[in-house]
């Protein structure tokens, strides 16, 4: 099956109207995507995010000395034309790992909940000091790992805190993408988080420049 293709960024001196122009254009790109999927073409997307995703967290947990049972994670409740995570972090949550997903709040906060919670009841934006490793949804990043996210800010607005409340030890920040996501450049401004890799079906983790 044929993937999308996303067009070289060429800025326009306008960087709002060249965010929103990517924006529809990703959005479009993903939904023509997902359109031509068949079950089993998202079932072994799923899966090869899962398989590649527990093994990179457990690679990261080694490094660190601690079993997955230690470790908690962010992750995200996927929409339909987003990357299908829900087996990543199911395979996370069977190995042992405390996963937490975002509940937003007023633009751009977000508050977090343990997945294993069905009734997601808020934990505290002060749960990110537990956090050991982010996977973070995105639209599209660049090579230099800029992220292009949806326009809330949310993203923008977490990762510093998260940074900040996890100072001491280094938190890697991964974004999960569809295959042909990754770009050489995507409109950013100073504020745009920078991600240190990212997790596609195709190619599993991959580290991004700095």
Do not use: C
């Amino acid at each position: 099956m044929s993937r999308p293709l996303l067009p070289r960024y060429q800025p326009t001196g306008d960087v709002v109207a060249d965010k929103a122009t990517w924006r529809s254009l990703v959005r479009a790109a993903r939904r023509e995507l997902v359109d031509g999927w068949s079950e089993a073409d998202r079932a072994a997307r799923a899966e090869a995010l899962a398989q590649a995703g527990l093994q990179w967290v457990q690679e990261h947990a080694a490094r660190a000395g601690l079993g997955l049972d230690r470790l908690t994670v962010t992750a995200f409740e996927p929409m339909r034309t987003e990357p299908p995570a829900q087996r990543l972090t199911g395979a996370l949550r069977q190995a042992g790992a405390r996963v937490l997903v975002p509940i937003t709040l007023a633009r751009p906060r977000l508050d977090w909940a343990d997945l294993a919670d069905p009734t997601r009841g808020p934990l505290g934006e002060a749960v990110l000091a537990q956090v050991d490793v982010a996977l973070i949804p995105g639209l599209a990043v660049s090579e230099a790992g800029v992220r292009l996210g949806q326009g809330g800010g949310y993203y923008d607005h977490t990762l510093p805190r998260l940074h900040n409340l996890t100072a001491a030890r280094r938190v890697p920040v991964v974004v999960v993408l569809h295959d042909h996501e990754v770009v050489p450049q995507v409109p950013a401004d100073e504020h745009d988080a920078v991600v240190d890799a990212v997790l596609r079906p195709g190619t599993g983790v991959v580290g991004l420049g700095r």
